[in-house]
C-alpha cells in the first residue's frame, strides 16, 4: 500500500469520524433531553447534520475527495472514472470512521442516555436511545417501504453531489463553496424527508454506528434489529446512489453547454491538425 492510498484511508476515516461525531451528537441533544433544545426547531438538526458534512469536506477533500459515504465510491466508480480497486478499502475505513465517531458519542453522551432510559423505565438490550446512534423506520414505514425511501432520499444526494461537483456545469458553486452546499443539501433532505426513516443515505453511517452500539449493550436491537431492518440503510443507498448518479449522468451531463462547447473546440482541433500535417 502507497504512502498516498494509506493517507486516503485515514482522511475517509476522519471525514466520516467527523460527521458522525456532531451528527450523532446532535441526534442525543434532540432525543435525550426533556424539554429538547430542538423541540421546536428541528431545522437546526438537519443544518448540524449538514455543517458536519461540510467541515468534514473542508478538512479532507484535498486528500481523498471525501466521499465519506460508500454510496458516493460506489457512484464515483461507476460514472466518474474512480479506481474499482479502492471502492472496498473506502467503504472498510468509512465503516472505521462511523463506528469511531459513534464511541467518541458514547463517550461524552453515555451518562445521559443511561438517565435517559431509568427515567423511561428503558433498557438499551430493549431499544433505549437507540436512535441516537443509528436509524429505523418513522412513524407508518414499514421496511420495504423504508427501502424504496432510502434509494429515492440517497438518489437525490448523489444527483446533487454530482451536479455541485461537474466542472462543466457552470451553475455550480465556486470558490470552494461547494462544500457548504452540499451541506445544505444533506440539511434540505433532512429537513424535508428526514423523518421517514431518520435519513441515513450513507451505508457507514448508519452500519458503523449500529455495530458500535451492539458491542455497546444494545444486542439484537442493533443487529439485527426490529424486523431485521439493519441492511435497509445499506442496500437502498447504495442503490439509490447509481440511480441518482446515472440520472445526472444521462438527464444533464451530456447537455451541459459548456460541454458541448469544449467538445467542439476539440473537434475543431481534431480538424485543424489532420488538414496542417504533410503525412495525411
Not at 463517550?107 to 431509568?118: A, K, Q
Not at 448523489?158 to 461537483?165: D, K, L, S
Amino acid at each position: 500500500m502507497s504512502r498516498q492510498f494509506l493517507g486516503e484511508l485515514i482522511s475517509e476515516a476522519i471525514a466520516i469520524f467527523i460527521i458522525i461525531a456532531f451528527g450523532d451528537s446532535v441526534a442525543c441533544m434532540y432525543v435525550l433531553y426533556d424539554p429538547s433544545p430542538y423541540q421546536n426547531a428541528y431545522w437546526g438538526v438537519c443544518i448540524a447534520w449538514g455543517l458536519s458534512v461540510t467541515i468534514a469536506i473542508y478538512v479532507t477533500g484535498s486528500v481523498s475527495g471525501t466521499h465519506a459515504n460508500p454510496a458516493v465510491t460506489l457512484a464515483l466508480a461507476m460514472f466518474r472514472g474512480f479506481s474499482w480497486k479502492k471502492v472496498l478499502p473506502y467503504w472498510v475505513a468509512q465503516v472505521i470512521g462511523a463506528f469511531l465517531g459513534a464511541a467518541l458519542v458514547y463517550v461524552l453522551f453515555g451518562p445521559v442516555i443511561d438517565h435517559f432510559n431509568e427515567t423511561h423505565q428503558l433498557t438499551r438490550v430493549g431499544g433505549g436511545a437507540a436512535g441516537v446512534f443509528f436509524t429505523h423506520p418513522g412513524l407508518a414505514i414499514t421496511p420495504m417501504h423504508a427501502l424504496l425511501d432510502q434509494i429515492i432520499l440517497t438518489a437525490f444526494l448523489v444527483f446533487g453531489i454530482f451536479a455541485i461537483t461537474e466542472q462543466y456545469n457552470e451553475a455550480a458553486p465556486t470558490a470552494n463553496s461547494g462544500a457548504l452546499m452540499i451541506g445544505f443539501l444533506v440539511a434540505l433532505i433532512g429537513a424535508s424527508m428526514g423523518y421517514l426513516e431518520a435519513w441515513a443515505i450513507n451505508p457507514a453511517r448508519d452500519f458503523g454506528p449500529r455495530l458500535f452500539a451492539y458491542f455497546a449493550g444494545w444486542g439484537a436491537s442493533a443487529l439485527p434489529s426490529p424486523g431485521n431492518y439493519w441492511w435497509i440503510p445499506i442496500v437502498g443507498p447504495l442503490i439509490g446512489g447509481v440511480v441518482g448518479a446515472a440520472a445526472y449522468q444521462w438527464l444533464i451531463y451530456p447537455f451541459l453547454p459548456a460541454r458541448m462547447r469544449a467538445l467542439d473546440k476539440l473537434r475543431m482541433e481534431g480538424a485543424s491538425a489532420l488538414t496542417s500535417d504533410p503525412n495525411k
